[in-house]
């Protein structure tokens, strides 16, 4: 099975947006930490909606390991109030040098809608916009929800996604049937909106091994908060 290589994402600046609980903050964390291995990278913590599982959870860990993460000053907190770090400019400005930055961008239109704060200079930079879904979340049931809401979080922010990632998991519980069957799932979106899967996702210590899909694995760790 083909494995994704964050080395060929070309595009300096990768936005990863999505549906709240598909995952994507799971999702930019590990891509942040794989291409921490070959450039300098910056991961922007830019979720002013979900102040339980945020970026910013791995600032002190990453740094160690050269990977700058950046938050708003009330990220890990009740109190959430978007705005925009001078350090985001400074990260985009490296990015015209060759660093790598990663926004996590808030679930559905009110994160992506802060965006707009910073849309002429991202412009100028030309991202890589992913849109991460999951075939098991309520709301996302079905491709045609997901495109829905897909479009809802475009005209939000003002860009246009570029490619989508299967983040489809059921949590703990995940198996490799649960990925495998959401398949047919990832391409009927891919076909509604033209859109290639860049990768599809899994947990490392997933149950049963490894799944067979006809998409790029990326293979990850599990970032999110343990209750217990």
Do not use: W
Not at 6 to 23: A, D, L, R, S
Not at 53 to 70: C, L, N, P, T, Y
Not at 82 to 94: M, W
Not at 98 to 111: K, N, P, S, T, Y
């Amino acid at each position: 099975m083909e494995r994704f290589n964050t080395e060929n994402i070309k595009q300096n600046v990768i936005i990863v947006t999505g549906h709240f609980g598909c995952g994507k903050t799971n999702v930019s964390v590990n891509l942040a930490e794989e291409l921490g291995k070959y450039y300098k990278t910056y991961l922007i913590d830019y979720d002013n909606v979900n102040p339980y599982f945020r970026s910013a959870d791995v600032k002190e860990e990453f740094e160690k390991k050269g990977i700058e993460v950046i938050a708003s000053d009330f990220a890990n907190s009740n109190v959430d109030i978007p705005s925009v770090s001078p350090l985001v400019y400074t990260a985009l400005t490296k990015a015209q040098d060759g660093a790598r930055v990663i926004f996590d961008v808030g679930g559905d239109m009110l994160g992506a809608v802060s965006l707009g704060f910073l849309h002429d200079r991202l412009t100028e930079l030309q991202p890589l916009v992913l849109y991460v879904f999951s075939a098991y979340r309520p709301l996302t049931d079905s491709p045609e929800k997901a495109y829905e809401i897909m479009r809802e979080i475009e005209s939000a922010c003002g860009f246009k996604v570029n490619a989508l990632v299967n983040n489809s998991n059921l949590g703990a519980d995940t198996d490799i049937k649960d990925i495998e069957d959401s398949v047919s799932y990832a391409n009927k979106l891919s076909q509604l909106c033209g859109l290639p899967v860049l990768f599809t996702s899994y947990i490392e210590d997933i149950a049963g091994g490894e799944p067979s899909v006809d998409t790029a694995l990326f293979k990850m760790k599990n970032r999110t908060k343990k209750l217990f």
